[in-house]
C-alpha cells in the first residue's frame, strides 16, 4: 500500500523473509522498479520483481548489523526481522508505504505514525536492555523497521518526532564529536540544510537527538533507490562503501540533476565540505537521499544528517595513540583522505569568514572529554585549521575555474 492505494499483492514468508508477487498495479511496478540493481563485473542486473521485494522488505526491518537483532527477534517470538516487521504492517516513519494482510480494513488515517503514536516501550526496553519487557511491547512502532546498525529509538513529544540513537563509546566521544560537527553546520549552512543534533541522556544512556527530517506528507529516497531512479550505475570508483572520492561525489550530482533536483551542485558542495571538515568518512547510501511529497513530481535533496564520529573520535584508543605518536603521518593522511573539493562545483553559498574562531571551540569541547589526551585534542585543531584553509582554497578558485558558469547554472 501507499497510503490507501495498493500497489503490490503479495505474499512473503516469515522465517526467510522471501516474497512472491501474486499482482502488481502499473504503481507497484514502478516502485519495484526503483529497487537498486546488483552490480556484477560491472554489468548491471535488474531484479525479478520476487527479488525486488524480497530486498524492499529486509530494507524495512531491523538489521541484521545490530548487536541485539536476535534478542529483539526472540523476544516478540518471530520468526525472522521481515516477520517482526510485518506485525507492525511494515509502517515507518521514512515514507507512505505499509503492508496489509489480506482481508484487512486498515486505513492510513488510522495506522501511520506521523497522525498516531506509538508504544515507547518497545525503545525503552532497548535501551535499557531489558528485552524481556519487549514482550509485552507493541510491534507496531517505528523502532521495528528502522535501518542501521547503531541501537536506536524514536521518541515522540510536544516539540516534534527524534530519533535517539545510543552513543558507539561507551563514554560518549563519538557524540561529542557529530555534535561539534552540528555546531559548525550551523555557521556555515541555512537551515534547512542539515539536520542539527542534540546530545541527551535516555534510560541510562548517552544518546543523539534529531529531528525527523520529513513532514507527514512526504517520503524519503535513499541514495541507492536515487541512482535506480537517475537510471544510474555503480561504477568503478563511483560504488558504494564508505570512501569518499570527487568522481564518486560528480557522480552524486548528476543523479541528483536526472531526478531533478535544484541546486544539486551547492548541496554536494555543502555535504563535501562537511564532511571535509570534520574528517566524516561514513560515506554511504543509506546517509543521503532526496525527499519529495507524496503525489508531487518534484524532489529535493535531503538535509545533511548522521555526522556520529567527526574529528576522530570514532576510533579506538588505540588508534588516537598512534596518531598522537606520529601527527605528521596523520596530516598526510588527512589531506589524501579528505581531498575532494571541487572548484568548478557551486561555491557561491561559502562564507569563508564563518567558521574564524572554530579551532578554539574544538579545543575547548573535546578537552571536556574524560578519555581524550591534549596531544589528540590539539591535534585535531590544527587538522581542521589544514582543512578550513584547503576549504578556503578551493571556494576561492571557483572564480577563475573555466567551468564555473555551467557550476553555477545546476
Known amino acids: 500500500m501507499q497510503r490507501n492505494q495498493e500497489l503490490v499483492d503479495f505474499e512473503v514468508d516469515p522465517a526467510t523473509g522471501a516474497a512472491r508477487v501474486i499482482d502488481a498495479s502499473e504503481a507497484g511496478d514502478d516502485l519495484l522498479a526503483c529497487v537498486r540493481p546488483i552490480s556484477l563485473n560491472l554489468e548491471p542486473i535488474r531484479l525479478s520483481p520476487d527479488k525486488a521485494l524480497t530486498v524492499l522488505m529486509a530494507k524495512r526491518a531491523i538489521s541484521p548489523l545490530r548487536d541485539d537483532q536476535d534478542d529483539v527477534i526472540a523476544a516478540f517470538g518471530a ?24 482481508g484487512g480494513t ?8 506521523f497522525d498516531n503514536g506509538w508504544d515507547p516501550g ?3 526496553a532497548v535501551l535499557k536492555r531489558d528485552y524481556v ?3 509485552s511491547c507493541s510491534c507496531e512502532t517505528p523502532d521495528a523497521t528502522t535501518c542501521g546498525r547503531t541501537i536506536k529509538m524514536w ?51 548517552t544518546c543523539s537527538a534529531t529531528p525527523l527530517m520529513l513532514a507527514g506528507d512526504e517520503e524519503l529516497a535513499d541514495g541507492g533507490r536515487l541512482r535506480a531512479m537517475a537510471g544510474m550505475r555503480d561504477e568503478p570508483g563511483k560504488g558504494d562503501g564508505s570512501r569518499i572520492s570527487t568522481e564518486r561525489l560528480q557522480s552524486l550530482i548528476e543523479a541528483y540533476e536526472a531526478v531533478g533536483v535544484a541546486g544539486a551542485s551547492a548541496h554536494v558542495a555543502r555535504m563535501a565540505c562537511c564532511f571535509s571538515l570534520a574528517f566524516v568518512s561514513d560515506f554511504h547510501s543509506g546517509n543521503l537521499g532526496v525527499i519529495r511529497r507524496v503525489g508531487a513530481d518534484a524532489w529535493r535533496a535531503a538535509p545533511i544528517f548522521d555526522l556520529e564520529g567527526s574529528f576522530g573520535l570514532l576510533r579506538s584508543e588505540e588508534t588516537r595513540r598512534l596518531v598522537i605518536a606520529h601527527p605528521f603521518v596523520a596530516k598526510l593522511q588527512c589531506a589524501s583522505s579528505f581531498s575532494f573539493l571541487d572548484p568548478s562545483w557551486d561555491w557561491s553559498w561559502y562564507d569563508p569568514q564563518a567558521l574564524d574562531g572554530f579551532e578554539e571551540r574544538i579545543v575547548e569541547v573535546l578537552a571536556s572529554c574524560q578519555n581524550t589526551s591534549r596531544e589528540f585534542v590539539e591535534l585535531a585543531a590544527q587538522l581542521f585549521a589544514m582543512q578550513r584553509a584547503y576549504v578556503n582554497s578551493i571556494a576561492s578558485a571557483q572564480a577563475q575555474c573555466p567551468e564555473c558558469e555551467s557550476s553555477d547554472a545546476r
Request: aromatic share 10%; hydrophobic share 40%; charged share 25%.
Open 155 to 205: 521518541e515522540r513529544g510536544s516539540d516534534g518526532i527524534f530519533l535517539i540513537k545510543e552513543s558507539i563509546h561507551p563514554d560518549g566521544t563519538d557524540l561529542v564529536g557529530a555534535k561539534l560537527a552540528s555546531d559548525m553546520c550551523a555557521r556555515l549552512f541555512d537551515e534547512g540544510c542539515y539536520v542539527p543534533l542534540e546530545i541527551v541522556e535516555r534510560h541510562g544512556c
Open 106 to 113: 486498515e486505513r492510513w488515517e488510522d495506522i501511520n505514525f
Open 122 to 124: 518497545f525503545g525503552a
Open 79 to 102: 520468526k525472522s526481522a521481515v516477520d517482526l516487521a510485518l506485525r507492525g504492517h511494515g509502517l515507518s516513519l521514512s515514507d507512505q508505504f505499509w503492508y496489509r494482510a489480506p
Open 133 to 135: 519487557a519487549l514482550a
